[in-house]
């Protein structure tokens, strides 16, 4: 079985900075495909940022420049690395990870950008 488990969530002043972390346990492996996920008051859950096994990660247009995902194998967690972050940035930020191609949720993390 596999969980996540998101930490790192808060209330940060628009311009300022988070990082949002997500242990992972179970059955993965180093290489797992993960990813970054939130979803808004009323909207629709929304894809963020996704990292592949090796460093190649893409981003949502909405996030690029400020958002940066990583990843340490070795203590099985991904990160969420934000800056400059703006009051449209507030939701409850979701890890996922992608097991032969079932993709299982944390229980999300909540993050309130005030302006």
């Known amino acids: 079985q596999v969980q996540l488990v998101e930490s790192g969530g808060g209330l940060v002043q628009a311009g300022g900075s988070l990082r949002l972390s997500c242990e992972s346990s179970?059955?993965?492996?180093?290489?797992?495909?993960m990813g970054w996920y939130r979803q808004a008051p009323g909207k629709e859950r929304e894809w963020v940022a996704g990292?592949?096994?090796?460093?190649?990660?893409r981003y949502a247009d909405s996030v690029k420049g400020r958002f940066t995902i990583s990843r340490d194998d070795a203590k099985n967690m991904v990160y969420l690395q934000m800056t400059s972050l703006k009051p449209e940035d507030t939701a409850v930020y979701y890890c996922?990870?992608?097991?032969?191609?079932?993709?299982?949720w944390g229980q999300g993390t909540q993050v309130t950008v005030s302006s």
């Open positions: 996922a990870i992608n097991v032969l191609g079932r993709l299982y």
């Open positions: 179970g059955n993965v492996f180093s290489g797992n495909a």
């Open positions: 990292i592949g096994g090796g460093i190649s990660s």
